[in-house]
């Protein structure tokens, strides 16, 4: 079921991330689930997702996940790589770029070292929270293409999650409709036709820093709610 909250015709602005996540949470206190976690997408997600944890008396955690970018062309994802070394693979473009099995694993290997050293840089000494058999409840502070929203999900979904919600201040009505499939629930403050950055709809977007993603993080835990 997907869920759309406030107008999908004018986009309205946030001050910042902290507003939207706290604007967000109002909206998904009525997620009748025991028990969720709340992941948020490095950086940016992670502020908002504090707020929606700390709304939620719920415990925080992140999720990093990185594509497997095609030779010579980045942003063509060949798959994806998350924590714990789940990789996911697009197999009809790996076979339409002839690229070998070889190849396909060094580029693979190159992605998961990045994954795990950002992992380690954001995390820090926090232990990673078990997610298998609970709810989550993904966040990030907007949505323009969704391809790392989506490989986030596919990597959750490995992790085989009990119920899995998807909440954003503001999302792309086209990547909105590629998502909406993808989970159990979504949230969305607003999906605007003028879309055209996640920033165009912050007054403060700056951008979120390493030690703010751990002060976050660390906060979270301090509260009693690490899981």
Known sequence: MTIFYGSRQHGRTFRDRAEAGRLLAERVRDW???????????????????????????????LVVRKIGAPGQPELALGAVGEGGIRLFNHDIITALGIGPSRLERLAEATAAEVAERTDR????LPPLEPTGRAVLLVDDGIA??????????????REVS???????????EALRLLGPLVDDLVCLTAPPSFQAVGQFYEDFDQ??????????????ARGDSG
């Open 208 to 221: 979120t820093s390493d030690q703010e993603v751990r002060r976050l993080l660390d906060l979270a835990a």
């Open 145 to 158: 293409t969704g391809a790392t929203v989506r490989a986030a999900l596919a990597v959750l979904r490995r």
């Open 122 to 125: 954001l995390r820090g000494p």
């Open 32 to 62: 009748a689930v025991d028990d969720p976690i709340v992941v948020g997408l490095p950086r940016g997600g992670v502020p908002v997702a504090y707020q929606v944890a700390k709304a939620l008396g719920a415990p925080l955690d992140i």
């Open 163 to 173: 119920e899995l919600l998807l909440a954003v201040p503001v999302t792309a009505p």
